[in-house]
């Protein structure tokens, strides 16, 4: 009897975790359909501003980026929370392979659980909380500008920052590698219109503005993209774990039938006892 018991109590706790499991699973769906309606926009975002660029550089070719010796840096966009497989892990390695030829390179990472991986690590200039909603990723995404910002003044006039992002996306396994040089394919585009853009600024003050734009609307599809693949990694992750508790469940559930099954034979052969004791 009380090994029938402690298998109905572990029975009933295993059927709270796995309703606790189908809720938070629920929940990564519900923010993925809506970071994909975000996503989207500011994918149409970037994309405008670079058909502005192309038209724009086209009649201001002198003003195309040049390939002048810049620095380093490297931004993981990591996880705030876990239950989502190797997300981190799978930053770390590539980041190890990435920079295996650069043992001095800047590090700045993006998730409380990636930070916590790399506590310690000399190379990490700046650790910042991640998002958890898509509500949140504008506050990350001001206080990672901030951060580059910061970054960039430090040594003065040194060259500028070469910005590689290291992050997930939904439509690709693995790490993907982002190098985020604004407008370099501007060349390689065909002439949208015949005749150049009328500018109320001077044209070196707009393309240093529209860099900028570029810079903060590709950095918010980023982090769009990475809580995307973040949530799904989590649902695939809580599908799993559900799918192993169904089969602990079931396997308890045969054991107690077959503990019930005993006592039933024990409580029949009591009775027959008690009934041949009588006659």
């Known amino acids: 009897m009380s090994k029938r018991r402690d298998i109905e109590a572990q029975l009933r706790s295993l059927i709270e975790i796995k309703e606790i499991m189908n809720a938070m699973k629920n929940l990564s769906l519900m923010e993925l359909r809506r970071l994909t309606r975000f996503r989207d926009a500011q994918r149409r975002v970037v994309a405008g501003i670079e058909a502005a660029a192309v038209d724009f550089l086209r009649f201001h070719p002198g003003?195309?980026?040049?390939?002048?010796?810049?620095?380093?840096?490297?931004?993981?966009?990591?996880?705030?929370?876990?239950f989502c497989g190797d997300f981190n892990e799978s930053l770390?390695?590539?980041?190890?392979?990435?920079?295996?030829?650069?043992?001095?390179?800047t590090v700045i990472a993006i998730g409380g659980k990636l930070a916590a991986a790399l506590a310690g690590d000399a190379r990490v200039v700046g650790s910042l909380s991640g998002a958890s909603v898509v509500e949140e990723v504008d506050a990350v995404l001001i206080r990672l500008m901030e951060s580059l910002a910061a970054l960039s003044r430090?040594?003065?006039?040194?060259a500028p920052l070469r910005l590689t992002v290291l992050h997930h996306?939904?439509?690709e396994e693995g790490v993907k590698i982002s190098v985020l040089r604004p407008?370099?394919?501007a060349a390689l585009q065909s002439v949208c219109f015949a005749h150049p853009p009328l500018l109320y600024?001077?044209?070196?003050?707009?393309?240093?503005g529209l860099a900028e734009q570029y810079l903060f609307a590709a950095l918010h599809e980023l982090l769009y993209s990475s809580l995307m693949a973040e949530n799904e990694r989590r649902m695939q992750h809580m599908d799993a774990a559900v799918r192993r508790l169904e089969r602990t469940s079931a396997d308890l559930v045969r054991r107690r039938n077959?503990?019930?099954?005993?006592?039933?034979?024990?409580?029949?052969?009591?009775?027959?006892l008690s009934v041949e004791a009588l006659k």
Request: no cysteine; charged share 25%.
């Open 183 to 185: 407008f370099q394919e």
């Open 169 to 171: 996306d939904v439509a």
């Open 201 to 208: 600024l001077p044209a070196e003050t707009f393309v240093t």
């Open 258 to 272: 077959v503990l019930r099954q005993e006592e039933i034979t024990e409580e029949i052969e009591v009775i027959m």
């Open 63 to 82: 003003l195309l980026p040049g390939d002048r010796e810049s620095r380093n840096a490297y931004l993981l966009i990591g996880s705030e929370r876990g």
């Open 154 to 158: 430090a040594d003065g006039a040194a």
């Open 92 to 105: 770390l390695r590539a980041l190890e392979t990435h920079t295996a030829s650069a043992p001095n390179a």
